[in-house]
């Protein structure tokens, strides 16, 4: 008793199971004929950037980044340098561009509520008041209602900032 052919027209045999795009010509023939089209799926109302505008932070400060582009309500910014994002996963990442401290080094990482995220640190050395760019960044999970992100200077001294990014987008 002969085989009947699979989903996508190839003859696959009678032995089974057998992958299912083994006839790849047919299988591009037919997407071509298909009305369906495939998207990448985004989150709605879940992406906030902002600019860093020139600023000097004190040891331990918060960077404070001003909304650019706020997509949504799952994130907001106080404008004073805290990030509310609602429960779920983000990708937080910054890039600053700056000046080294006066103890020859410039440290920022992410915090969420508080406690830092050690894989987000950057940190650099070299000659007091030379520039310098930072770049950092981490998936955090809100597992609260609301959780608070900021950006900080964890260096010994004072910072300051000629620029830069802080961008905020969720991912589920």
């Known amino acids: 008793m002969p085989c009947n052919l699979n989903f996508n027209q190839c003859n696959t045999g009678c032995n089974f199971p057998r992958p299912i795009f083994t006839c790849f010509r047919n299988f591009i023939a037919l997407l071509n ?9 985004v989150v709605e109302g879940a992406t906030l950037l902002s600019s860093v505008n020139p600023q ?15 997509s949504g309500s799952a994130i907001t910014n106080d404008n004073g340098g805290t990030f509310t994002a609602v429960f779920g996963r983000y990708l937080v990442s910054y890039n600053l561009n700056g000046n080294i401290g006066a103890n020859g080094s ?18 650099t050395s070299g000659t007091a008041g030379a520039s310098t760019t930072h770049s950092g960044s981490a998936f955090v999970q809100i597992v609260n209602p609301t959780g608070a992100i900021t ?17 905020i987008q969720k991912i589920n």
Not at 33 to 41: A, K, R, Y
Not at 106 to 120: C, E, Q, R
Not at 152 to 163: D, E, H, K
């Open 56 to 70: 000097t932070v004190a040891a331990g400060g918060l960077v404070v980044p001003v909304t650019s582009f706020s």
């Open 33 to 41: 004929q298909s009305g369906n089209t495939i998207v990448n799926p």
């Open 151 to 167: 950006l900080r200077n964890v260096n010994t001294s004072t910072a300051v900032l000629n620029g830069g990014s802080v961008n």
């Open 106 to 123: 410039s440290s920022y990482a992410i915090y969420l509520d508080g406690v830092i995220i050690p894989s987000s640190q950057s940190t």
